[in-house]
């Protein structure tokens, strides 16, 4: 009899200077598009890697890209048009007027109550 081990990859977690902001799933492409989505202001021209105005500088975590990227980049830098988080991320950007969702009190009591 043969036993199977089920291994389930939690999405990463993208915080801005330690605020965690968005988890990255399938929904979006590219890492770009997921903080365009959370209104995170970023430049972007080219948005596929070659012209380097959406390089971001890596607190801690790595990305992968899907596109080999063209533009020069340092060790601790990442061009968010081309990539996707492969771990949790910590990016050097500011989380000043991100629109985070968060659950009002009044649902989280009551979803405390279902469960
Ligand atoms: S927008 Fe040009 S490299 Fe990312």
């Known amino acids: 009899m043969s036993s199977s081990i089920l291994i389930f990859k939690k999405d990463p977690i993208v915080s801005l200077q330690g605020q965690p902001v968005l988890l990255f799933n399938q929904q979006h492409e590219t890492l770009l598009e997921a903080l365009e989505f959370k209104k995170i202001k970023i430049f972007s021209e080219c948005r596929s890697g070659y012209c380097g105005a959406c390089k971001t500088r890596v ?57």
């Open 59 to 115: 607190l801690s975590g790595k990305v992968n890209y899907l596109t080999p990227p063209l533009a020069s980049l340092e060790a601790d830098e990442c061009l968010p048009c081309c990539c996707v988080p492969e771990t949790n991320l910590n990016l050097d950007l500011s989380p000043d007027g991100v629109q985070v969702v968060t659950r009002p009190p009044h649902l989280l009591q009551k979803t405390l109550l279902l469960d």
